[in-house]
């Protein structure tokens, strides 16, 4: 074998392994979820408490309640989280909407936030459904008084929750059109597209939605592109929020006054 050929065979087979390794190892660079969090609810949240929601997969996920302070206008706001944290990062968000007069849940996936499971796009959407289903059914809640908001890889999960089954209107926060297109424009040198397990088909979903759908973006976000987040918005014949130099885990898009008003349009 010449000592070209032995080279091509090397590099051949290196790319192979690394390929392999990326296959393998793919969902802990797509899911970073955070621990059990070190405080209850009812230490952070006014009236806040725990939610035991049942996936039909039988698992059992934690999640908060955060009531409405009067004057309560008798809508509740499902969060779906992005891809990293937990429950407890989202409580500037639950604080903020309930002093708008709305009722917060904040759900964690599979493997988030100490719970049970590993996450991955049908995990993730199957939580979702779980969560809609206590809501709705457990507890009574009328589905026309349910509005989504879902964060960067959780609106692509509150995109498909919201095409299949009924809520009030959905809320998109720092929405891509797919992951591969986030993950192409992160590892340009990655055959991603091919590679990717979790597809998480945001702009081929969107259009489909019965409700009413807002999106926001960031002006300057570095993880997904506001021009994504535009294509979304298009797809969903909405007008985008855009935030003029917000990043992806600024607090004005996690928290701020664009995101809340967005929030609350939509509850009506």
Known sequence: MGTALRLAVGVLVVAVVLVGLLWAVQRRLVFLPGGSPSVGPEQVLAGGTRLAVPTDDGLVLEAWHAPAAAPARGITVLVLPG??????DRVPLARVLTAEGLDVVLLDYRGYGGN?????EEGLASDA??????LTVDRGLDARRLVVFGESVGAAVATRLARERPVRAVVLRSPFTELADVAARLYPFLP???LLRDRFPVLGTVSSVPAPVTVVAGGADEIVPVEQSRAVAAAARSTPVEVPGARH???????????????VRAAG
């Open 83 to 88: 891809n990293a944290g937990s429950r407890a």
């Open 116 to 120: 049970p499971g590993s996450p991955s």
């Open 192 to 194: 991603v597209r091919v």
């Open 249 to 263: 885990n600024d607090p004005e898009l996690g928290h701020g006054p664009a995101v809340v008003d967005a929030v």
């Open 129 to 134: 459904l779980a969560a809609h289903r206590h």
